[in-house]
């Protein structure tokens, strides 16, 4: 699903009543050095002075070199049926729900949802877990798994973020339920009950952000956000954490068969056996000291080897097999709706 949809049109080219109104809500915040000299400023929106904002609508006035943009941000699922569990992964259509919404707040006409850019899409899917305590054993894994470039940060409570300040690609890994039980506790209206919200306990999400960087060398390389399909999006939700859980299809149950799995990928027996040492290595002393304790060469070798056997960077990171993660929880198989929660449940 498209769980946020971030959109943007130029405000000179909005119609001349709605740019008016936007215009007349705008400040600008200056930001100073120490000897009183402005450094930048930008444009600020009185929200209070526009009065157009809306619970789950988010508005803002963004500027590039040349150009003054209208900004308009939202989860779409919430939008349309308000609750964020599940919705639709059509941008065409979750962008039509966000102006819809928009259009309705300003009480005017704007232009198509085909005519804005896009700079953010969230994509999220949701995974069913057997309890609440799996869910949570989930997380302490992935609080353990660095996959390349993606290192986790900012971790707290239930959330496990990776990158979470890129404006390319950002990932996160989250508990739902305690999440919908926050947001009821401060107020918000939620249209759940009492089933969903005890469904929701079982669910962990995966959600990938694609941001403005993402977008931007996107249209460069000829893309149209317009023509992104679900296979598209599902496909860069998957090739970002598939390479941290994997698909779920591969078991290494016990150090037998994965020297069994070894000498299949490895050109020879001898460096099967190798990898073989190293993941031993790596189970008794970690991943930082084995890595340490060799050549890099020789190191991202064996991890080749490792994964091409069917580790994933939570087992090299975690140092052993969770059993759940491969029994329960595969990247390839979410839950999309409450049908299918009810299905498995």
Known sequence: MIDWLTLRYPLDRLDVSIRDRFKAALGVVFCSDSQGQVMWQKPWLDLDSLRSDTDGLCWSVSRDTDNEFL??????????HGLNVFGSSDIRHCAGVLLLAAQKTLCAVLPAASEWSCRRVDVTENYLFASDREVKAWLRVLR????????PTNQTGDTVNWNHSSSLRSGKAYHKGPQLEFLLKKGRQLMVDDWQLEQAAR???????LGSRWFRRFY????SWWDLTVEDLQKQHSDYFGRMWGDGKIEVADMGKLLEELEKVAPSKGRALAAHRTWALLKSVGMSQTRSSMPRSTWFLHLSYLRAAGLTDADLCEGNIVPFTRRDMSIAEPVRSWDD???CA
């Open 203 to 209: 669910l962990g999400r995966l959600e990938l952000k």
């Open 220 to 223: 460069d390389a000829g893309g």
């Open 71 to 80: 900004t308009i941000g939202g989860s779409p699922a919430a939008l349309e």
């Open 144 to 151: 353990n798994t660095e996959s390349g470039r993606h290192k």
């Open 341 to 343: 929660v009810r299905r």
